[in-house]
């Protein structure tokens, strides 16, 4: 069954303590994306990933980092550098190609202990 | 870089009724519009799409507009049931965009009343 695959599926987080968000796609996509959501708004870009090694910065990059080293992966870390951390975070994917729907995981919720 | 715009933030319908949903973008270049679904807690899921070389697109109680001159596209929810109880969100790309990024509107909270 193909899908985009989040886990885990809530976290907790200590103070000063980095966690790493886990996102796997068997879709064959290029690019993969990060997004943040706060209770009732909208989706915000962290971080998005075109090609294998390479990432570019969303919207509200700051506390966050990510790497691609495989195509069908794409981890995003919270650091401690990030004060507010506690959101849904989604993480979605799509065929390179300009037109074509973003596909997203079941996301990830993450808390402040 | 794109901005969009979505109206209203939360709209009550009643069961049956028709529920319109409008997002305004500001780049003229953006040619690929999806909608998508949210219930509470899940994920985002994708209703409908629409390119800019299309005007309308119906999908059995789902249609969506598209008015390129005036920079702005429409969602139409017809004989709404209880399930259409979600956040819908609006997003637009256009061909330049690093990444294929899309760009949300803000959401929009709708509640089917029985």
């Known amino acids: 069954d193909g899908g985009i695959t989040q886990s885990p599926k809530y976290l907790f987080r200590k103070e000063g303590q980095n966690v790493t968000l886990s996102c796997e796609q068997n879709l064959n996509h290029d690019a993969m994306y990060w997004y943040r959501q706060d209770p009732g708004q909208g989706l915000r870009l962290i971080y998005y990933s075109q090609i294998v090694n390479d990432f570019q910065k969303g919207d509200i990059a700051e506390g966050y980092s990510v790497s691609r080293e495989k195509k069908e992966s794409f981890p995003l870390t919270v650091t401690s550098a990030q004060k507010n951390p506690t959101a849904f975070y989604l993480c979605?994917?799509?065929?390179?190609?300009?037109?074509?729907?973003?596909?997203f995981g079941d996301g990830t919720r993450l808390s402040i202990l | 870089g794109e901005n969009v715009e979505q109206h209203p933030s939360t709209l009550s319908v009643q069961e049956g009724d028709s529920a319109v949903i409008k997002c305004t973008y500001s780049d003229s270049a953006s040619n690929y519009f999806p909608w998508y679904k949210q219930e509470l807690g899940k994920r985002p899921q994708l209703i409908i799409d629409?390119?800019?070389?299309?005007g309308e697109k119906k999908d059995q109680r789902i249609a969506v507009t598209l008015n390129k001159t005036a920079k702005h596209f429409s969602l139409h929810i017809t004989e709404t049931q209880p399930e259409d109880s979600a956040v819908y969100f609006c997003a637009a790309s256009h061909p330049q965009a690093a990444g294929n990024k899309l760009t949300f509107g803000g959401g929009t909270r709708v509640l089917v009343k029985p």
């Open positions: 629409i390119r800019s070389n299309v």
């Open positions: 979605a994917s799509n065929p390179w190609d300009n037109g074509q729907p973003q596909h």
